[in-house]
């Protein structure tokens, strides 16, 4: 810029900045009478629930189809019966492992030139393992499927499982699993499934350090060529694609991709042990993770629409009479919750909150109390029509984006519902009555049957359950059993 342009914009800019600024005065009307009353909610949005294609492949996959134009993206993922429950006793999360490392690279790409290749066409190819499914998932632009499902086809069939990658992954669990150790909410994430299904049941063991050694490529390869195959398994997409499109997509791919895996035995039934007290020591821990569990119905029970609305008075929301007493009566946490956890073929109810290490009994007291009161005294209107109203508007929202659709469709095959279950949803909750509600209350919420886990300093937290164990209180004469940070008592 020459010196004279400059110094004009200098003056003007002085000029300007210079000039006194006229204060405009803020209107206030703190009496106005739109403040009188809260604006009604408008009617909820419609359910629409998109058209739902199932055919198989040659080779015996199930596919399920939902063709979506809205956003030029497909969005696939292969499903698998398997997971954590094919642990063997002693090598708890090695199946996870595995999986995981199946996606980290292919035999003719290593894990670096793989990422890239995958970066290259902005697509994400991820494996992943949960309790009792596991899989290998794509999300890629409509433009780049044909690449990105060549790479995907490339982890399915031909994984790379390289021992250096093996040793990565390895070394990365168990700096997690020592990170857990020293969070009081995450050792009692880490320790719930086994209060609730028992130690030696499969979807309640602990994986440790040690269970994790012993994990070769080969251990792997024997997995993933065992289990992942076309029969048995299911192909979810959605996405802008049609049928045509995908199975001449998918046919010249997966051509020699063949086989059933041998059926899954059946699971034991839960091994939960009622009313126990366990208690695992963080010392100088500022909080304590308090947790009440038991066992629930499954999700197929024909009384859901009153379970739910019940637990999401008790438990669910913000509003829920747990949160309203520990948060905003007390103020001992910050938010505190209870659900049903659903597996397939049951569920458990379980409350969580992370407290002031001064109020886990007084939480724990109230907890208690609260479920008592839910099962003794009916909800009342208001409660089941905030609830009712909320579940309602809500359910458009599961169905918005290609990757909700996709895991709706996943949950409801899982838990054994028809695919347009939601849809009959709000009938269901809006015939549901407040007699109906604490029906569900006193046929599902236990409070004599739950069992109690404790994650905090044990010699400020020892004293207070001590006090819920006297007579009369809500863990009458039940003993303290503590436990370490596997799981394992001492």
């Known amino acids: 810029m020459h010196?004279?342009?400059?110094?004009l914009l200098f003056l003007t800019s002085t000029a300007i900045f210079s000039?006194?600024?006229?204060?405009?005065?803020?209107?206030?009307?703190?009496?106005?009478?739109?403040?009188?009353?809260?604006?009604?909610?408008?009617?909820?949005?419609?359910?629409r629930l998109p058209h739902v294609e199932a055919f198989a492949l040659p080779n015996g996959l199930e596919v399920v189809l939902v063709a979506r134009t809205a956003l030029p993206t497909v969005q696939l993922d292969l499903e698998v019966p398997g997971g954590s429950q094919l642990d063997a006793p002693g090598r708890e999360g090695q199946t996870s492992l595995c999986v995981a490392l199946a996606g980290e690279s292919t035999e003719k790409l290593?894990?670096?030139?793989?990422r890239e290749a995958l970066a290259d066409l902005a697509a994400n190819v991820a494996t992943w393992a949960n309790r009792e499914q596991m899989g290998l998932s794509l999300a890629v632009l409509k433009r780049n499927l044909p690449q990105a499902l060549a790479l995907w086809s490339d982890v399915l069939m031909h994984p790379g499982l390289r021992a250096r990658d093996l040793q990565l992954l390895t070394a990365q669990r168990k700096t997690l699993i020592t990170q857990q150790k020293t969070s009081v909410g995450g050792l009692a994430a880490r320790l719930q499934p086994l209060?609730?299904?028992?130690?030696?049941?499969p979807l309640g063991r602990v994986t440790t350090v040690a269970s994790l050694e012993g994990v070769t490529p080969e251990t792997c390869s024997a997995l993933w060529q065992a289990r992942v195959l076309p029969k048995g398994a299911r192909l979810y997409v959605v996405g802008d694609i049609t049928r045509a499109e995908l199975v001449a997509a998918l046919k010249p791919l997966l051509a020699g991709w063949q086989g059933q895996a041998a059926a899954l035995p059946p699971l034991?039934?839960?091994q939960f042990t009622p009313h126990q007290l366990l208690l695992v020591d963080v010392p100088d821990s500022a909080q304590a993770s308090v947790n009440v569990v038991h066992l629930g119905p499954a999700r197929t029970d024909p009384g859901y629409p009153a379970l739910s609305l019940m637990a999401a008075i008790l438990?669910?929301?913000?509003?829920?009479?747990?949160n309203m007493n520990l948060r905003e009566q007390h103020g001992w946490a910050y938010g505190a919750r209870g659900t049903f956890d659903f597996v397939r073929g049951g569920s458990a109810w379980l409350v969580t909150a992370s407290v002031r290490t001064d109020a886990a009994g007084p939480a724990l007291q109230e907890i208690f109390k609260e479920m008592q009161r839910m099962r003794d005294e009916p909800a009342s209107q208001a409660e089941l029509d905030r609830e009712r109203d909320g579940s309602i508007g809500g359910l458009p929202a599961r169905w918005v984006t290609s990757g909700a659709i996709l895991n709706c469709l996943q949950m409801l095959h899982f838990l054994g519902l028809p695919l347009d279950d939601d849809a009959k949803?709000?009938?269901?909750?809006?015939?549901?009555?407040?007699?109906?509600?604490?029906?569900?209350?006193?046929?599902?919420?236990?409070?004599?049957?739950?069992?109690v886990l404790v994650v905090g300093d044990a010699a400020k937290v020892l004293p207070q359950l001590l006090e819920l164990t006297k007579p009369g209180a809500p863990l009458d004469g039940v003993p303290v059993t503590r436990l370490n940070a596997d799981g394992q008592p001492h």
């Open 195 to 201: 209060v609730t299904w028992g130690a030696q049941h």
């Open 19 to 47: 000039r006194p600024i006229q204060a405009t005065p803020r209107p206030e009307f703190p009496d106005a009478p739109f403040r009188a009353q809260q604006p009604p909610a408008g009617p909820p949005a419609a359910l």
């Open 315 to 322: 438990g669910g929301g913000f509003s829920s009479r747990i």
């Open 425 to 451: 949803m709000p009938a269901r909750w809006q015939a549901t009555t407040l007699e109906q509600v604490r029906a569900a209350a006193q046929a599902h919420i236990q409070p004599k049957e739950a069992s």
């Open 268 to 270: 034991p039934p839960p």
């Open 110 to 114: 290593e894990r670096v030139a793989y």
């Open 3 to 7: 010196t004279r342009s400059f110094f």
